[in-house]
Structures are given as C-alpha cells and as structure tokens.
C-alpha cells in the first residue's frame, strides 16, 4: 500500500487501501464511481490535511487535471475556467503573467484550484470567493455533476457549503471573474502596505504585490521548500476565531482584532497563541512550531501524524486556559483529532 507521506506537505500519513491517479473529468468521476459507497479522499497538493498515521481505509483519488479555458473582454475583463487539479500558484503566477489583477494577495498559498473554494482560501485583505463565479462538481449522492453559482457555495469565512458536506461534492473545475489592469484595488493589510511602502489605500503595481506577498509569506514559513523542514507544515494550522464584542472587549488592547459588517470580531489565532505561553521552536517527538510563525506546525523530519497532533493540542489547550477561545483546525484532520 501506498504512504499518504509521499503525497502531504507535512510528510506524514500512513497507508491508503488504494489511490487512483486521474487527471481528466471523466477519470475523475470513474474513480469516484468505481469506489462506490466505500470513503474517499481527494487529494491535490495536499497541502492542508492531516491523515493518521493508521492512513486512510479508503480510495484515495489524486487530481492532477489542468485543464485552462478564457473568455478574455477588453471591457469586462477575463473569465476563467480552471481545472481543479491545477497548482493554485501557478495559476496565479499565469493570471498576473496575462495582465489579469485580482488574485495577487493570493500569491503562495499552496494546494490546487479545486481546493480554492472548499476552503474560501484568503490572505493580506481578499478570499477567492470575491472572484468565483461557478463551481462545477459532482456530486457523489445524485451521482451527477452539479454547478454552483456565487451565492450557492455559501461563502463565508474560510469555509463554503462544501465544506459543510464533507465527502458529498468533488470539485472539478473553477471559473473565475478577473479585471485587465496592471494595478492592485486599494490595499487594505497593513503589514501588506508597508512591505509595499505605500499608505493603506493606496494601489500598486500586480506584480509588485505579487514579490511583496511571496517575500511576507517566505519570511513566516508559508512557502513550501524541500530543503527548508520549517515549511514543512500544512499552512496556518488554526483558523483566526470570529467572537463576540464582549469576548473581545475582555481581551488585552495588544490583540489583533477586526471588527466584522455583522458586529463580531475576527481576533489573531497567532497572537492568541504567542501570549498563551507557546513559543517558536516548541517541540513534541519530531513536531515542531515553526521558528518563523507560530501558526504553522512543522515536521522537522522525524514527526508523525500523532506528534504534530499532540503539539496542536497543547497550542489549542494553552489558548482555551489563558483566553477561553477555543481554537478551531484550519487543517483538514483525517482519522486523528486534537
């Protein structure tokens, strides 16, 4: 059988009952019919999960489809749609390359096209929901392909109506909206504004934004390097919490904190984390927080699934005894839990 460690950004996983490579819809939807009833798991870049050391008892399907199609308007700008087993970066990195704005604070999140909108992916001010026009899925209930609209993926905080029916839909291609323009909408992240040394609100050059969010996220160990074990992680391992004004209110004035149109507030997991007494470099077995970012938990070569579970549990746990917020996962966990 096959080590799902081959296939994770972590480099754990144990073994899959059985992975299937596919890179066209159709391979897509015969893997997906041929396992049936039994549990699968999709997997692109894998990039944002945790599997067991135990591994998957299922078929694993690894999407590797990059089919590209452009409707291009002088006026209205670009429609594009992406196969869902596409490097989301490169697509990016494409895009910008095109004269296309729009995704460039997105630049450097690892994982797949089709992997975007499970996760309403965002960094530096902006969420790929902005951009999304359709989803095209199929759905392994009614056995047929499904499209979604905007508004039927139920955007919301890294998360979507996918993610709400887990195992139901598999993405299998993404269109997108994107402007024609060689400069950025008004930048609105402050640390983004300085990297760029403009005043927030101000614009900038696409691909200036593009080097400015590569460079932040190189510098905090988001960007994924073979020789670099402290990237060796899945991302931001926790999701910033959303809370109430009370809940807020309670917190130290140093807190990051953003207040949301609903009148909740988004607080900074890694501040939470910081000041509840983890520190860059902890470690349990061969799991490690990053020395560059305390969101990431790293493998320093060594670490099993379980190690890195453990260390999530001790951040989650520190945070919940000094704040009383409980930290929800960012990373998908397959067969373990923290």
């Not at 700008?77 to 087993?85: D, K, P, R, V």
């Not at 991302?235 to 919490?241: A, D, K, R």
């Not at 939470?272 to 320093?300: C, F, Q």
Request: with cysteine; net charge negative.
């Amino acid at each position: 059988m096959t080590e799902l460690s081959k296939y994770t950004s972590l480099r754990v996983g144990g073994p899959a009952k059985r992975i299937v490579h596919v890179s066209t819809e159709a391979e897509i939807i015969a893997a997906i019919t041929a396992a049936g009833d039994s549990p699968i798991l999709i997997m692109g870049g894998g990039t944002n999960v945790l599997v067991a050391d135990s591994g998957f008892d299922g078929t694993v399907i690894h999407i590797a489809n990059n089919s590209v199609e452009s409707e291009v308007d002088a006026c209205s700008g670009a429609t594009l749609t992406i196969g869902a087993g596409e490097n989301w970066d490169s697509f990016v990195s494409t895009s910008i390359n095109r004269g296309f704005a729009g995704l460039e604070t997105l630049s450097g999140i690892p994982g797949t096209v089709g992997a975007a909108p499970i996760q309403n992916i965002g960094a530096y001010g902006h969420e790929v929901s902005e951009f999304i026009t359709r989803v095209r899925t199929y759905d392994r209930l009614n056995k047929e392909i499904k499209t979604f609209t905007n508004a039927e993926c139920e955007f919301s905080y890294r998360n979507s109506y996918f993610k709400a029916h887990p195992g139901r839909y598999v993405v299998l291609d993404v269109a997108f909206q994107l402007r024609i323009g060689e400069k950025t909408t008004p930048i609105t992240y402050l640390e983004l504004a300085k990297k760029l040394v403009i005043e927030m609100g101000d614009k900038a050059l696409v691909v200036d934004c593009r080097k400015a969010v590569l460079e932040l996220r190189a510098n905090k160990g988001m960007l994924l390097s073979a020789e670099d074990h402290d990237s060796w992680s899945a991302g931001s391992f926790f999701t910033n919490p959303i809370v109430s004004q009370q809940v807020a209110d309670s917190l130290p004035n140093a807190a990051p904190k953003w207040p949301l149109t609903d009148g909740s507030v988004k607080i900074s997991a890694a501040w939470l984390i910081e000041n509840s007494g983890i520190h860059k470099g902890d470690e349990i077995g061969g799991a490690r927080i990053s020395m560059k970012h305390v969101l990431a938990l790293t493998n320093s070569g060594t670490a099993t699934a379980s190690d890195i579970a453990a260390l999530a549990k001790r951040a989650r746990d520190h945070v919940q005894t000094s704040f009383g917020i409980t930290l929800v996962a960012e990373v998908n966990l397959i067969g373990i839990e923290i």
